[in-house]
C-alpha cells in the first residue's frame, strides 16, 4: 500500500513540474507554483481514496482516474498564458513523459524484487527524462507557446492521446505489466516509437516556423526591393530633370540678362522661382537618416500620395539604430499601411494619419492615429486589432507584436473620440 502510495505521487510531483517548467504561465512563479501545489494534493488524496479506501472496486479505480487525467489537462490549460491547443498538446506530452517514468518503476519492480529501488530507479528516470527535455527542448516549447501561429495542433494532440491510451492498456489496465511481464519489451519499444514520433512531430512544428519565417523575411525583402525601385527611378529621373537644367541655364542666363536689360524685375523674380521649383522637385525625397527606413517609408509616403492621403509626420531615426534595420523597417510597413487601408476610403477631410517615429540609443517610440468609421475587432489576448478578411489576414501585426516582444517592448491600442491610436514603445 505504501509502495503504491509513493509511487503515485512521485508520478504527480514529476508530471506538475513538467506542467510548471514547460507552460508559458500567465501567473507569476510563486501563483504558479501554489496552483500546481494545491492539484499535487488534490491528485495525492484521490489516490487515497482508489488506492486505500476502494481498492477493491474497478468502477471507482476508473472513475478517479478519468478525474485526475481530467484535473491534469485542465491545470495545464488554466496556468497557460494563452489557453489553445498548443498548451494542451504541452499538457498531453507532461503525461506521457510522467508514464515512462511510472512503466520504469514497474520494470525495476519486476526485475529486481526491490520496492525502494524500483522507487529510486523510477525517480532518476523521471529526473533525468525531465532534465534532457529541459535542456533541450524547453527554449523551442516556449517559444511554439509564444510565438502567434494560424496553425492549430489539434491533429498533433492526437499523437499523445494515442500514446497514453495504449500505454495504460499494455502497462496499466485492465492488466498489468506485473500480469503479463511477457509485455516489457513490447512496452519498451512502444517508448522508442513514442520519442521518435515527438522528433518527427517536432520537425512538423519546426518546419512550419520556419516557414513562417521565411514567408515574412519575403515580404519584408519584397517591400525593401521595391521601395529601392522606387527610389532608383526617381534619382534616374532626377538625374535626367537636373541634366536638361543645366542644359538650359545658358538660355536661362540669357534671358535674365535681356530683362536685365529691360529693367523687368518681376519677370527674373518669375524665372529664379522657375529654376528654383525645378531643382526642389528633382530633390531625393529624405524622410530619415536610416537608408533601410527611408526606403520604405518614401514608398509607405508614395502609396499615401497617390491616395491623397495626408501623412503628418515626425520622424526621427538616426543612420544608426539600435535595432535590426529590417525588422524595424517591416514594422513600418505593416503599421503604414494597416493605417493607410483604413483611411483611404473616406472624405477628403478625414484622410489623414498621424505619424511620430522616434528611434534612438535608448528608446524606441512609434505612435499611429488615424479616424475610424467601422467597428475596430480587438484580439481578446493580444488587445491588438485583428482583420475581419480572415484567413492569411492579420499577419502583419502578429508580426508587430513578435518584433515587440523581441526587443522587450510593449504595444497597445485604443481607441479616443473617433481616433485609433497605436503605441509602440521600448527602452533600449
Not at 504558479?32 to 472496486?57: E, H
Not at 471507482?60 to 482516474?65: D, G, K, P, R, S
Not at 502497462?171 to 506485473?178: E, G, I, M, Q
Request: charged share 20%; aromatic share 14%.
Amino acid at each position: 500500500m505504501y509502495y503504491n502510495n509513493i509511487y503515485y505521487m512521485i508520478s504527480h510531483f514529476f508530471l506538475l513540474l513538467f506542467l510548471y517548467l514547460f507552460v508559458v504561465s500567465r501567473y507569476t512563479k510563486r501563483k504558479t507554483a501554489g496552483i500546481c501545489a494545491v492539484v499535487f494534493v488534490t491528485l495525492c488524496l484521490t489516490d487515497f481514496i482508489k488506492l486505500n479506501l476502494f481498492s477493491n472496486i474497478d468502477l471507482c479505480y476508473t472513475a478517479v482516474t478519468l478525474f485526475q487525467i481530467f484535473v491534469v489537462q485542465f491545470t495545464g490549460l488554466f496556468i497557460a498564458q494563452k489557453r489553445d491547443s498548443q498548451a494542451l498538446f504541452v499538457g498531453l506530452t507532461a503525461s506521457n513523459y510522467v508514464i515512462v517514468g511510472s512503466v520504469a518503476a514497474s520494470v525495476f519492480h519486476i526485475w529486481t524484487g526491490n520496492m525502494p529501488l524500483s522507487l529510486i530507479g523510477s525517480t532518476l528516470v523521471h529526473a533525468g527524462i525531465l532534465v534532457i527535455l529541459y535542456v533541450r527542448t524547453r527554449t523551442i516549447w516556449t517559444k511554439f507557446q509564444c510565438k502567434e501561429t494560424q496553425k492549430s495542433w489539434w491533429e498533433l494532440c492526437l499523437i499523445p492521446v494515442l500514446f497514453y491510451c495504449s500505454f495504460s492498456y499494455f502497462a496499466f489496465f485492465p492488466n498489468t505489466l506485473y500480469d503479463n511481464p511477457q509485455n516489457i519489451i513490447g512496452v519498451l519499444v512502444f517508448i522508442i516509437t513514442m520519442l521518435v514520433s515527438y522528433v518527427i512531430a517536432f520537425r512538423y512544428v519546426g518546419s512550419e516556423s520556419d516557414r513562417a519565417d521565411t514567408y515574412w523575411k519575403n515580404v519584408m525583402f519584397e517591400s525593401y526591393i521595391k521601395g529601392l525601385e522606387n527610389q532608383y527611378y526617381l534619382v534616374e529621373q532626377s538625374e535626367k530633370n537636373l541634366q536638361i537644367l543645366r542644359h538650359d541655364m545658358r538660355h536661362y542666363s540669357n534671358m535674365i540678362d535681356a530683362l536685365l536689360g529691360q529693367q523687368e524685375y518681376d519677370e527674373i523674380k518669375k524665372v529664379t522661382a522657375h529654376i528654383n521649383t525645378v531643382a526642389d522637385e528633382n530633390q531625393i525625397k529624405r524622410y530619415c537618416s536610416n537608408l533601410i527606413a527611408n526606403t520604405v517609408i518614401a514608398r509607405m509616403m508614395d502609396k499615401a500620395h497617390s491616395l491623397d492621403i495626408e501623412i503628418r509626420r515626425d520622424i526621427l531615426i538616426g543612420r544608426e539604430i539600435p535595432v535590426n534595420g529590417y525588422e524595424f523597417a517591416l514594422v513600418l510597413a505593416n503599421m503604414f499601411e494597416n493605417a493607410i487601408d483604413c483611411v483611404k476610403d473616406f472624405e477628403k477631410h478625414k484622410k489623414f494619419i498621424d505619424v511620430k517615429i522616434h528611434c534612438e540609443d535608448d528608446h524606441l517610440l512609434i505612435h499611429m492615429k488615424n479616424e475610424y468609421e467601422k467597428e475596430i475587432l480587438f484580439d481578446s489576448y493580444t488587445g491588438l486589432p485583428k482583420s475581419r478578411k480572415g484567413g492569411s489576414h492579420g499577419w502583419g501585426m502578429q508580426s508587430v507584436q513578435a518584433f515587440s516582444d523581441k526587443i522587450g517592448g510593449s504595444i497597445g491600442c485604443y481607441c479616443e473620440e473617433g481616433m485609433f491610436h497605436i503605441i509602440l514603445f521600448a527602452k533600449l
